[in-house]
């Protein structure tokens, strides 16, 4: 969707939480104006942000009057909820025989999405035939007929004719066969009485099941302005927001429609045919926010929550050795997109290279680790203060002195990472078991 990095100074924001046994005012207010800079950003009408900032600060100043823990899990629990109401809900395309009118105005993306469309339901098992009832654009009929040949789907049309509802009327008679019908239809440059009148002819003959506005994402809050004027012409069942991948104002687009009542049913996400998605409202919220998967995040970080409440004195004791750091680099390897979950837990900027260790560089430091005496695994100290220890581990090892001393450099960022966390204990905790694997993210 959008590319644009929307989330950083929120998940920022939302950092500034971390280990937080109380709700600090300063840093809501602080989270509310960059909530506010990305909404209006994305083009969100201001009345909206407004609205929903308004009610993200008071549920996060209540949190402190019941002094719950793990408040920074909370704040952003109230912020998904708020933002996914701002979003609308999730869409569930019916897999069922229907017929679908795709209209909207000049190069909003129906052509290219009647096919995408009819890829997506041909997917599910459908048979699907596509219409161009487009009397208007010069050559509608063969850009319809070539993407139906590349997505594999029936086409039909009527090179020259300008009835588009005597078309559509012919098209069904020949389509009858197929469980989905698709119709593209003619744009205009702004809404008119003839559009409107050309729509109305089409939908007497096709009687559709749904009838889908289709608007750029680049249109931004107008998307709401232009459903309710299609909605007064012909019936809108729904809307889809095409191009999102190029225009930040996508989440403008979606909460206008949402808000003028017209149902978010599919995003274009790019040019190609593969390019289109059911649109998810908890998946949106979550990619705006930076987060891939918050809703299982979220999830899991209430799990190690509280499985590590008892735990908490023994961390103290705990120290970082060379042992458990070579578990945790493996582990962390194995996990995939863990920096999601430090961003989450506070830690916005670990290094990314220090997650993703190549597969090489993790049997040398397991060769380099095996060569060390238990004194040195325990404490990497006694090495790091003498070069013939130093060449004793690389040579035993077959690595380079260059190499071990990168292990040790690397040893000391995850351990004053970890040191770091001391403030907050429960982190320290959370994240080794983390990284040991008792947390497997995705
Ligand atoms: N990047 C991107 N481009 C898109 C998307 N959907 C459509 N386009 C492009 O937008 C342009 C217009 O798309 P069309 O499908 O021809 O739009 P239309 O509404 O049929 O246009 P008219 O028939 O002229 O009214 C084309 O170049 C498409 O490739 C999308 O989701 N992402
Ligand atoms: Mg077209």
């Not at 459908?126 to 509608?140: F, K, N, Q, S």
């Not at 009835?163 to 744009?187: P, Q, Y």
């Not at 978010?264 to 649109?279: C, N, P, Q, R, S």
């Not at 090489?360 to 380099?368: D, L, N, R, T, W």
Request: proline share 2%.
């Amino acid at each position: 969707m959008v590319e644009l990095d929307l989330g950083r100074r929120i998940r920022n924001a939302i950092s500034v939480f971390t280990g937080k046994a109380y709700i600090d005012d300063k840093a809501v207010k602080e989270l509310v104006k960059e909530l506010q800079r990305t909404l209006i950003s994305s083009d969100v009408d201001v009345h909206l942000v407004l609205k929903i900032t308004k009610e993200i600060e008071r549920k996060a100043l209540d949190l402190e009057k019941k002094k719950e823990l793990a408040i920074r899990e909370q704040v952003v629990r109230i912020v998904y909820d708020e933002l996914v109401a701002l979003l609308g809900e999730t869409y569930e395309p019916k897999i069922e025989k229907k017929k679908v009118l795709l209209l909207g105005l000049y190069g909003s993306g129906k052509t290219t999405t009647a096919a995408k469309l009819g890829k997506f339901y041909k997917s599910k098992g459908m048979r699907v035939g596509v219409i161009c009832a487009d009397t208007d654009r010069p050559a509608a009929y063969e850009q319809l007929q070539q993407l139906c040949e590349k997505a594999g789907l029936e086409f039909y049309g009527e090179k020259g004719e300008k009835d588009s509802a005597g078309i559509v009327k012919r098209g069904l008679l020949k389509l009858h066969n197929f469980d989905i019908t698709i119709v593209d239809s003619s744009g205009r440059n702004a809404l008119e009485g003839d559009l409107i009148d050309e729509l109305k002819r089409i939908v007497d003959v096709l009687k559709p099941d749904e009838n889908i506005l289709v608007v750029s994402a680049d249109i931004g809050q107008v998307a709401g302005k232009q459903a309710k004027a299609f909605n007064e012409g012909v019936n809108v069942n729904g809307i889809i927001v095409t191009k999102s991948d190029g225009s930040a104002k996508a989440g403008g687009a979606i909460s206008a429609a949402h808000h003028a009542d017209a149902k978010v049913m599919f995003i274009g996400t790019g040019e190609h045919i593969d390019e289109l998605k059911v649109y998810d409202s908890k998946k949106y919220v979550a990619k705006l926010l930076g987060f891939p998967d918050l809703e299982a995040l979220l999830e899991k970080v209430k799990t190690v929550e509280a499985e590590t409440q008892i735990d908490q004195k023994k961390l103290l004791e705990e120290k970082l050795t060379m042992k458990t750091f070579l578990e945790q680099i493996k582990a962390a390897k194995k996990m995939g997109p863990l920096k999601d979950v430090f961003t989450m837990m506070g830690a916005p900027d670990v290094p990314e290279e220090m997650l993703q260790q190549s597969e090489g560089k993790m049997k040398k430091f397991e060769a380099m680790i095996n060569s060390m005496t238990p004194a040195e695994r325990d404490d990497p100290e006694i090495l790091k203060k003498s070069s013939n220890r130093i060449g004793r581990v690389a040579k035993g090892s077959g690595c380079s002195v260059a190499e071990v001393k990168e292990l040790l450099q690397q040893f000391d960022m995850i351990n004053k990472m970890m040191y770091g966390f001391k403030k907050d204990r429960g982190m320290r905790r959370k994240i080794e078991k983390m990284m040991k694997g008792g947390f497997k993210f995705q």
